[in-house]
Structures are given as C-alpha cells and as structure tokens.
C-alpha cells in the first residue's frame, strides 16, 4: 500500500514570508493529489487538489507543485499571515480504486507575527 | 447551509458500554465515510458506504460497526470490543460519480473519551 510522508516537526516562519510543506509518497503514482486544512478541534478544509498531468497550480496565495518523477507535492503559502497557522494534511487516492483516500499526518505551520 | 452535522461533539464512556455517533449530511452525496484521527497520526479509515444499505470495512474497523439505512445518515457505534477507543473521530462526505478528484467534505468531529 502507498505510503505518505509529511514532515511531521512543526514549521515555524516569520509573518509575510513563503511557507513550504512538502507530502512525500512510495510505491504507486496516484491520478492526483489534494492538500487540506485543519484548525484545532476541528475537520479538514479542502484547499486545492492537482493531477498528476499538472505542474503546478495556484489558489490566490496558494501553489502547489506536483512532481510525479520525485513523488513529490510541494505546498506554498506565499505572503503567510497568522491566521494561516494550522495544519496541513495532503491526501492521495488509494491503489487500485479512489473510493478510499489516505491522508498524511500533517505539517502544522505556525506564522509568527 | 449545506454541511455535514456530526453530534455530540463530545462524549464519555465507560467501559463496556456501547456508544453511537450520529452523522448527518444534507449535501446529497452518496459516499461517507468515518475516519479516527490520534494524535501523531494521520486520518484512519474506519468504514465508508458508497451506496444506501451498503458499505465496507476501513483499515481500523475491528470494535466498530456502522449502518447506512438513508442516504443523508451514518452513524457509527464504537463497541465495548474497542480497546482503545479515546480519539477525535470525524464523518466526511464526497459524491460517487468519478471518484477521481471530489473534494471530501468533513464535519466538525467528535471528541470521544473513555472514562
């Protein structure tokens, strides 16, 4: 089964500067790949999803990136502002079907004013 | 407004006892799903139904059951067979038709503690 890797230590940057996240994945290509949001106490948020045949794609101060070669998505938040603190968890479909997703454990992201 | 509505938000029980999570969604999807999330850990699927009447076994269904007797409903009953079974759980939502890329939609989640 596929395996997804978030880093799971806390990012901590300065307010007005770019975010990184980074979802690592084994052992199969999914069709796509989605990022969410979720604040303490409370469900994920869908943020943005991507395919596998697109590079990149934007959401006002969102981008995320998708390397199908590496297993790669990466995560940007440009412009961070406190309230983008939360975590973010990535999600791919499951092996042999996309009636079950898996989702990683979540980089929480902390953005200090 | 068109959600998920997942009741109680918090919940004890004690040993032994059986207890229901309720899961209601007016978004008129056919698949839902329950996840457990500890912390330190990603989002386990318990079970999910794709259809009324219908449904299957998540990674971590051992000690839960479910049912799925209307399409708006999926409640889920964590049972005395459930060893460890303090966590946050979370209903989530997504429509059936091309599975590939629908945005799940989750309710607030339930905090359950055994006391």
């Known amino acids: 089964s596929q395996k997804i890797e978030q880093n799971s230590e806390a990012l901590n940057i300065q307010e007005g500067k770019t975010a990184t996240l980074t979802c690592n994945y084994t052992?199969?290509?999914?069709?796509?790949l989605q990022w969410y949001r979720q604040d303490p106490g409370r469900g994920p948020v869908f943020l943005l999803l991507?395919?596998?045949?697109?590079k990149e794609k934007r959401k006002e101060r969102l981008k995320v990136t998708f390397d199908t070669t590496l297993k790669q998505s990466l995560f940007h938040i440009t412009a961070s502002q406190p309230a983008d603190s939360a975590t973010y968890l990535c999600?791919?479909?499951?092996?042999?079907?996309?009636?079950?997703?898996?989702f990683g454990i979540g980089t929480k992201l902390q953005v200090i004013p | 407004d068109g959600g998920i509505t997942q009741s109680p938000k918090y919940l004890f029980r004690k040993e032994g006892q059986n207890v229901t999570l309720s899961c209601e969604q007016n978004?008129?999807?056919?698949?839902m799903y329950w996840y457990r999330q500890d912390p330190g850990q990603g989002l386990r699927l318990i079970y999910y139904?794709?259809?009324?009447?219908?449904?299957q076994k998540g990674d971590i269904a051992e000690g839960y059951s479910v049912s799925r007797e209307k399409k708006e409903s999926f409640p889920l009953t964590v049972t005395s067979a459930q060893k460890n079974p303090t966590a946050f759980y979370l209903c989530?939502?997504?429509?059936?038709?091309?599975?590939?890329?629908?945005?799940?939609?989750f309710g607030e989640g339930s905090w359950l503690t055994v006391v």
């Open positions: 991507i395919r596998e045949n697109e």
């Open positions: 139904s794709q259809i009324v009447n219908d449904f």
């Open positions: 978004l008129n999807h056919d698949a």
């Open positions: 999600a791919l479909p499951n092996s042999g079907g996309y009636q079950k997703v898996t």
């Open positions: 052992n199969y290509s999914p069709a796509y």
């Open positions: 989530a939502s997504t429509t059936r038709e091309g599975f590939s890329g629908n945005t799940i939609y």
